[in-house]
């Protein structure tokens, strides 16, 4: 059984293409997408902290805070917060 559609074969350009536009919650930490990790992003950062015995409770998870999971463990924790430091800047 072929499994294979040889339809576009000779004809690549008319072949079906899938875009996939995918935005990150946020880039390294930059919340606010300024190009910064700075200030700004750090009082968000205190705002999400909820320690290591996470998940996070809903209401407390602001649209934002998964900006800030940096481990994607579903916490923010002292972890995340490390990682923080490693792309902070107070230059903003
Ligand atoms: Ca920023
Ligand atoms: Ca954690
Ligand atoms: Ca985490």
Do not use: K
């Amino acid at each position: 059984m072929e499994a294979r559609s040889s339809e576009y074969e000779d004809a690549p350009s008319q072949r079906p293409r899938l875009t996939v536009d995918y935005v990150p919650p946020c880039d390294r930490g930059d919340g606010n997408r300024d190009g910064l990790v700075d200030l700004a992003e750090l009082a968000a950062l205190i705002a999400c902290i909820t320690g290591p015995l996470g998940p996070i409770d809903p209401p407390r998870y602001l649209d934002y805070c998964g900006c800030f999971d940096a481990d994607a463990d579903g916490d923010i924790d002292i972890a995340d917060f490390a990682m923080f430091q490693t792309v902070f800047s107070d230059e903003g």
